[in-house]
């Protein structure tokens, strides 16, 4: 936690630094202006600790308003330093044709107002929850049982600014897709824990015949997991780490967040499954273990957010080659990646939709079984 605290303080100063020097050339004349311009970047950079520290300590109003300010203006800042560098390369472009030098205020100034239209819109866009529908055929659901309907939700981010509205809209999706199960795969729980007993008694109204699964993500790491086990119980969830268990027709296997695979936790959540049920195997980060494709079926997973904000996804997918989707990782193995239900960071989405994914197991006596 202290490396990514230490390396996300190093690149969120540095990108301010680029931002003050860009646009202290709009400021009116003088040190005033550039003083309070300064204090306020100061302050943005150490918004998100401010946030997390005076949650812990329970100053929960403070906390709400450093959270809200800070991960706005974090949303604003990367959209208004993209728009600045587009005004850049065009700048540079300009040079040959131009006679002489340009006033590149007004444009600079523009670009600034492009990028605060364009944060408007990506954060409705994270509003905009919608569910993904997968259909997955298969011979392992037994006679009598034709489909059955799962609700995956990941990264959630409860606890943050804005959970109560965005959980709000996420169990009524939930519901209307009238799942068997419902599963989430990680990052249910985020810091500074706003709301959580309220949050808590949301989640524990939405009861599937099969009930609600839960594995950590790395921020329940952050939380700590003691605490955000007992949350994810207290709303009604099973806690599986490194840990499998029936459900129903089902077998469902899950683990701890690590950024790789450590093979005796998926043995441990391996150890009691059955051929001859359906398998899926829970996994935060969408890293697959090849050693069980012949016993996992299907493989949910999240964590990479689908990017979450443009142009992002070009780094996510890099890192994670089973980035957003549904992928066949090996033969007669499924492994889908949601696009996430909630935002860490800026409450913001741009090309990046936030989705429940609704699996809807069909009884395909013809599907060949392994």
Known sequence: MSLFLTIFLSVYTLLHLIFYRAVRCLLPSGHGSRVVLGLFLFLMILAPVITVIAGYRGYFGLARLMGTVGYWWMGYLLMALLCLLALDLLRLGALPFSPKPWDWRMPMSLALGAAFLITAYAGYAATDIRLKHLIIPTSKLPAGVERLVIAQTTDLHLGLPEGMSRLSKVLKL???????????????????????????????????????????????????????????????????????????????????????????????????????RLTIFLRHRPLFNQDYAAKVDLQLSGHTHGGQVWPAHLITSRIFPYFAGLYHPAKGALLYTSRGTGTWGPPMRLFSPPEVTVITLVRDPAQASR
């Open 174 to 276: 939930v519901e209307k897709a009238h799942p068997d199960l419902w599963i989430d795969t990680g990052d249910m729980w985020d810091r500074p824990l706003l709301d959580v007993n309220q949050l808590v008694a949301m989640m524990r109204r939405v009861d599937p015949p099969l009930g609600k699964y839960m594995i950590a993500g790395n921020h329940e790491n952050y939380v700590g997991l003691g605490t955000s086990f007992e949350l994810s119980r207290a709303a009604g969830f099973t806690v599986l780490h490194n840990h499998g268990q029936a459900a129903g027709p089902l077998y469902l296997a899950g683990v701890g967040d690590s950024r790789r695979v450590h093979p005796e936790w998926d043995a441990a959540a391996m150890a009691h499954s059955d051929p001859s």
